[in-house]
């Protein structure tokens, strides 16, 4: 008698392929150090760079966060980057101007620096007047890094430089102004009255000296330079952006208005609820608000 054929082999039931792996979060963006920023009147900027998130394509004249100015660092192709230039007192030594280059360039490179006698930059302070070649410089750079657009963004005193240097030198394809004035002199509010003391008294420009690490000039404004309210008509046909809170200390917002109404048809004005003054008061949805819409304005939606 024939014994029974062996069983068979039962195939295994196959099994479903692995979902893939969630992507990664994206890398925090590393400052590079830049070689200084030189202006036309022979001032020395300490700078950086944030590449942005389309990360580095070339290099350019630059260091790493961790060498010295001489080697190299590199751009987004064909993108853009926004030039910060921050409030009175601020510097790269304050977390709250790192943070705020941080969270834009989650959108865009970054070029961030020492606005002239502040932090580790030569000079002295002249309130948003020379600030304007210091601008210059920091777009020069911007440039030569390979970017195709260039925004510039500032932030209190930051805010009266980029809207000058756009109707009095150009050459931006974006520009946002944060907790801007319209005007000079203006002491309608006790923050600005205490402002007003440390730069017109020599003890307070001394005090400033020691403790904020801000050199101000002692000269006084001959002639006055024109007022971010008398240049930002001739910003057109770029875009602006005119962003304030309205729980500005400083400035109230018919500083805000009054830019907004200057700028006429290329103006955009947010007011933000719960907003205070400048970088210190920016939240991480703001930044982000900001970055995209530069971007955007940048690239002519």
Known sequence: MMSANPALPVPAPARAPAPPAPPAPAAPSVPVILSPLRTADGERLRAEHWPGPA????PAGSATASATASGTASATASGTVIVLAHGFTGSLDRPAVRAVAAGLAAHAGVLAFDLRGHGASTGRSTLGNHEVLDLTAAVERARELGYERVATCGWSMGGSVVLRHAALVGGVDAVASVSATSRWFYRGTPPMRRVHWVVEHRLGRMLARRLLRVRISDARWDP???????????????????????????????????????AG???ELWVVEGFGHAETAATADLLDRIGARLVALAAGA
Request: negative net charge; aromatic residues 4%; proline residues 13%.
């Open 265 to 267: 048809t290329t103006g």
């Open 224 to 262: 006055v330079p024109e007022s971010p309210v008398e240049c930002v008509a001739r910003i057109a046909p770029v875009p602006v952006l005119i962003v304030h809170g309205d729980r500005d200390g400083y400035f109230p917002l018919e500083h805000a208005e009054a830019l907004a109404a200057a």
């Open 55 to 58: 990360g580095p394509v070339r």
